[in-house]
């Protein structure tokens, strides 16, 4: 059954939430209305307590402190909050002929050619000198401008249709259009004269019009963008997708339909006897690398902080019994079965749009290579908690064996001796611009997430 309040929060979550900073933003709003406080201002944490710890405005984990000793472990959900996107260069502007571009790197697994010709929205942050920092949203409001990466018509793209998909686009022309200026032939005179003094180098005249623009809404500079970080990404909102207004259409669902619905879930169960957890990471789409991602010491050091204000004296064996003793759901998505391409998947081992949660006990590819491969005995006690709670669930793979694969976060989890098992939703259109998703899973791994919380 379809919970409809809880689908209209996650679509406007996915509107409003499409890079990291924002998601952690939007989390921690969520989880203050909901009574969690700030870890780092804590000076105890007793039994109860509901807190939460963030890293670098980019990384968050809320914890609910159960009745038990820590040191018996916590029911966690770990989700990912980044997705694949264009980031902006650190010399990004740049001017041929009378268009101006914005110079790109892709970030996480893209077909680059899905990236052309689309309306695209930046979003992110610029950070200045001076110590302040300047928030960048362009391309969401009906007034605002969008962007664009420009195409090759049919009519002159004989020898880029011939080629290999891969080769339809390079990475290095993934350049976004910024605007385009012809000057006026006064302009083009005093340009020329100016070009011609000797130590004089005019900018182009189409750049420093953006430039311009940049230094009077938000004061930017341009040696500012060296200390940017500016997402390119899709813009417009989340929509219904379908007649039956069954399945939804946004971008960033991989991983943003696990980490909403964990959230939701973690503020949602009250605390019990286990300490339960809720932790969503960046980095995951580019192998969970740097400060804020799971291969990082990220979540030793915020169960660290935490055991620290909660047990009487600190110590470290608590902290590796603690993890050692959990159980964790890698929340993430997964390939749903495509009719349309039916033969990259074995379909009795597919997931399916509508068919509920997906438990995936292996990702990795073609051998399980970097798999996390699930115990069968916290398999069997996770099925028996969802059959009492009713949640409908299906077991999957991402596709055929020699096709190719995927990974989570699961077997960064694993290292610490946890029981680790992938769930999440399916996903049709995965790392595309625009994904899809089914509305019922959505409800059907709320349900599973709060169920687990409780077991």
């Known amino acids: ?116 010709a689309l309306p695209l929205a930046i979003h992110g942050i610029v950070c200045k000198t001076d110590g302040t920092s300047v928030n960048v949203v362009i391309g969401e409001s009906e007034d605002d401008p969008v962007f664009c990466i420009s195409d090759i018509l049919p009519h002159l793209a004989q020898d880029q249709m011939s080629g290999k998909a891969a080769d339809i686009i390079k990475g290095e022309d993934l350049d976004v259009i910024m605007g385009s200026y012809v000057a006026a032939e006064k302009e083009e005179k005093n340009a020329k004269e100016k070009t011609e003094k000797p130590g004089k180098k005019e900018k182009s005249a189409g750049k420093k019009v953006i430039l311009n623009l940049l230094k009077e809404k938000y004061g930017i500079e341009e040696a500012d963008f060296q200390s940017a970080e500016l997402e390119v990404v899709p813009a417009g909102k989340a929509r219904d997708l379908g007649l039956d207004r069954s399945l939804i259409l946004s971008y960033g669902q991989d991983d943003r339909s696990c980490a909403f619905t964990s959230l939701k879930a973690m503020l949602d169960v009250p605390a019990g006897k286990r300490t339960t957890c809720c932790i969503c990471v960046d980095k995951e789409e580019i192998g969970s690398v740097g400060a804020t991602g799971m291969a990082s010491f990220l979540f030793d050091n915020m169960v660290s902080e935490l055991v620290d204000k909660l047990e009487k004296d600190y110590s470290e064996l608590t902290v590796r019994r603690a993890l050692s003793n959990s159980n964790m759901l890698s929340s993430d998505v997964n390939s749903a079965f495509d009719p349309m391409n039916a033969g990259l998947y074995d379909k009795e081992n597919s997931s399916s749009l509508g068919g509920g949660a997906v438990f995936n006990k292996y990702t990795g590819s073609r051998g399980k290579s970097g798999a ?34 995927g990974g989570t976060i699961a077997y960064h989890a694993a290292r610490y001796g946890m029981n680790v098992l992938d769930a999440g939703v399916a996903v049709l259109s995965m790392h595309a611009p625009w994904e899809i998703t089914s509305k019922e899973d959505i409800s059907q791994i709320y349900e599973c997430y709060k169920a687990f919380l409780k077991m």
């Open 1 to 116: 059954m379809i919970n409809e309040n809880l689908v209209a929060e996650y679509k406007d979550f996915l509107s409003n939430a499409k890079t990291e900073r924002e998601c952690v933003e939007k989390i921690i709003e969520l989880a203050e209305k909901a009574g969690y406080k700030n870890l780092e201002k804590a000076k105890k944490v007793k039994k109860g307590d509901k807190v939460y710890i963030s890293k670098m405005n980019k990384a968050i984990a809320l914890f609910n402190v159960g009745s038990e000793s820590i040191s018996k472990g916590m029911n966690i959900l770990g989700a990912h909050i980044d997705s694949p996107r264009l980031d902006a260069k650190q010399n990004p502007l740049y001017e041929k002929e009378n268009i101006t571009y914005l110079n790109t790197h892709y970030y996480g697994g893209i077909k680059k050619y899905q990236w052309t």
């Open 372 to 405: 996390s491969d699930a115990n069968p005995e916290f398999i069997a006690k996770l099925r028996g908690c969802m059959d009492s709670a009713g949640v409908k669930y299906q077991m999957a793979e991402l596709g055929k064996v020699d096709q190719g694969g």
